[in-house]
């Protein structure tokens, strides 16, 4: 297991492009000042000791010697030792649509991209409850198994996206009945299972499912992504949107949230619809319902010792800063033909 153990020092990344146009500037800067002078190949060839060339280098280097000690500062782990942690909570299975409709931006900066900012503020609120994740769209798999490690949710869920589908679709009902045949360890004891989705285009029978799943000991709950109105699906290619999907005639097709299938659905699951549009989707009476739920004794391996890995990142920015010292801007003979950067 991989983690970072400072994040904040990632947002410090930023400034090291910022610092790369402030060094461009005042190349730029300097180049106009020199021209004053006269023409400009002719007064770089009064001062042969100055090299644009070896300025930038010595300048790059700095910068990933920055880079590096920021890094370092973030403190890389690597989990080491897998230990028994036992807790006490409730089986909480989510589906999340993956299909192309969730990429309408209808509700910013996307339906998938609101539905994994959710689920991270739903497993912040979560206290010994164990999490497992499914992604379906024409078909449903599983993505994490059930677990109490809230970090390793985090990054999966981080990871979702439409492209991890080879088939397109809407297939809830599937997804309920895999949570239910894959998922149901404390069969005596009650679960939750969310599905997150449009709700559009199902294409199966959902509600027979969810009725299946309540007499599993499911409680099924519906999350409805999506605004009434609806919006163009886009199509996506390399991550940069190339158009919007059309049908046979020609004409942009418009995907809108399905709320009464949903709310239907989970009225059969024996939960509650939770709509979410322009604002955040209200996850009081969900955190009510599991908080009352009754509670099962888990026992799951997790990551407990890490190692610090900040020293390698440190060491090497030391290096290249402590080189950057040594690198001086005056023109080697092998490169005095460069004048790309000068």
């Not at 989705?197 to 969810?210: C, F, P, Q, R, V």
């Not at 919007?244 to 995907?255: A, I, S, Y």
Request: with cysteine.
């Amino acid at each position: 297991m991989f983690r970072f153990e400072n994040h904040i020092y990632f947002w410090a990344l930023l400034l090291l492009p910022a610092l790369g146009a402030v060094f461009y500037l005042f190349r730029l800067n300097r180049k106009k000042l020199i021209k004053k002078y006269g023409e400009y190949s002719l007064v770089v060839k009064l001062i042969p000791e100055s090299s644009g060339t070896m300025a930038w280098l010595k300048f790059s280097v700095f910068l990933t010697g920055l880079f590096f000690i920021l890094i370092g500062m973030a403190n890389p782990q690597i989990g080491t030792k897998m230990v028994e942690a036992k807790s006490t909570g409730v089986d909480i299975v989510i589906a999340l649509d993956v299909s192309n409709s969730m990429l309408c931006d209808d509700i910013k900066p996307s339906r998938l991209e609101r539905s994994k900012q959710m689920i991270y503020k739903l497993i912040d609120k979560l206290q010994g409850d164990r999490i497992g994740l499914i992604v379906f769209a024409g078909e449903p798999f599983i993505q994490l198994p059930m677990t109490s490690d809230y970090s390793a949710a985090k990054m999966f869920v981080n990871t979702i996206s439409t492209d991890l589908m080879p088939t397109q679709g809407t297939a809830i009902g599937s997804a309920i009945d895999m949570g239910v045949e894959f998922f149901n360890f404390a069969k005596e004891k009650p679960k939750a299972l969310l599905v997150i989705t449009d709700g559009e285009n199902h294409e199966d029978d959902a509600i027979a499912s969810a009725k299946t799943a309540r007499e599993s000991n499911f409680f099924v709950y519906t999350i409805g992504m999506g605004s009434v109105n609806g919006g163009p699906v886009p199509i996506v290619n390399g991550g940069q949107r190339t158009g919007f999907l059309q049908d046979e005639t020609g004409n942009v097709v418009v995907t809108k949230l399905d709320a009464q299938a949903l709310e239907v659905i989970a009225t059969a699951g024996g939960g509650i619809f939770i709509r979410s549009s322009d604002s955040e989707p209200d996850l009081n009476q969900l955190i009510q319902d599991l908080a009352g739920m009754q509670k099962t004794d888990f026992k799951d391996k997790m990551f407990s010792d890490y190692d610090d890995k900040y020293y390698y990142f440190i060491g090497i920015g030391i290096l290249l800063l402590m080189l950057e010292l040594l690198i001086s801007e005056k023109r080697l003979k092998f490169i005095k033909n460069l004048k790309f950067l000068e």
